[in-house]
């Protein structure tokens, strides 16, 4: 694997991790330092093992073998899946599921946070019949009432609209700017160059490559990126 020199403050180490499922191997990744003080993202072909590696982060899976240690103290990781279903319920039920988990969380935040993802005015309509963009956005703002320092997004902008993709990278900003630390997969390369300071580069279920935004899209030092790069800029 490519690694640059950079220097994180803040980060999580992974060693010697396996992740299998029927025999297969997702993930395999010797040794990776993911940068968490700064917007990562995690880009690859599709099937590459990017949402494993999320959901490994977050604490859904364990591996089969080898470790993750983290330089800070994650307190709480939050992780918005792709495709998240929705409850047949309102969309201030389907926020105030969080509760679940923390019930500390007052009716008072959650009303602060539908005006935030400017829901508001959809608070009583069925979730379920809520746009995409705006089903998108009820789980970016279910994830903030759980108060995160660490944000896991698996495609937080796919198949929304430009107006909506804007909104929702905004949101990104923000958790960075409040202190969350953020790590997104994206197949929108420009995109990733708008709002990312640092790329994971993903093939096969290996980080092939490390470092920051620009000399990666610039001069890719793998085999693997420089293919992944020239077919995504061809059908971009």
Do not use: W
Not at 30 to 42: E, K, L, T, V
Not at 132 to 149: D, H, S, T
Not at 194 to 202: D, L, M, T, V
Request: charge should be negative.
């Amino acid at each position: 694997m490519h690694k640059s020199n950079e220097l994180h403050q803040k980060f999580i180490e992974l060693k010697n991790i396996v992740v299998s499922s029927n025999g297969s191997v997702i993930l395999d990744i010797p040794d990776a330092r993911i940068p968490a003080d700064r917007i990562s993202a995690c880009i690859g072909p599709n099937g590459a093992g990017k949402t494993t590696l999320l959901k490994l982060l977050a604490g859904l899976i364990t591996p089969d073998s080898g470790s993750i240690t983290y330089s800070f103290t994650p307190a709480k990781t939050a992780l918005v899946l792709h495709h998240t279903p929705m409850l047949k319920a309102t969309t201030r039920a389907n926020l105030s599921m969080v509760k679940d988990s923390d019930p500390n969380i007052t009716n008072e935040q959650i009303d602060a946070i539908l005006e935030k993802i400017n829901l508001s005015n959809f608070a009583d309509r069925p979730a379920h019949k809520l746009s995409a963009g705006e089903r998108q956005k009820l789980c970016l703002g279910r994830a903030v009432l759980l108060e995160p320092n660490l944000m896991l997004l698996d495609e937080p902008t796919a198949n929304l609209d430009p107006n909506t993709t804007e909104q929702v990278e905004e949101m990104i900003r923000q958790f960075f700017n409040q202190g969350i630390e953020v790590i997104f997969s994206s197949h929108q390369l420009a995109q990733v160059k708008r709002i990312a300071e640092h790329i994971i580069f993903i093939d096969h279920g290996q980080i092939k490559e490390m470092g920051p935004v620009d000399p990666f899209f610039l001069n890719p030092q793998t085999s693997a990126a420089k293919r992944y790069l020239h077919q995504e800029l061809l059908t971009d």
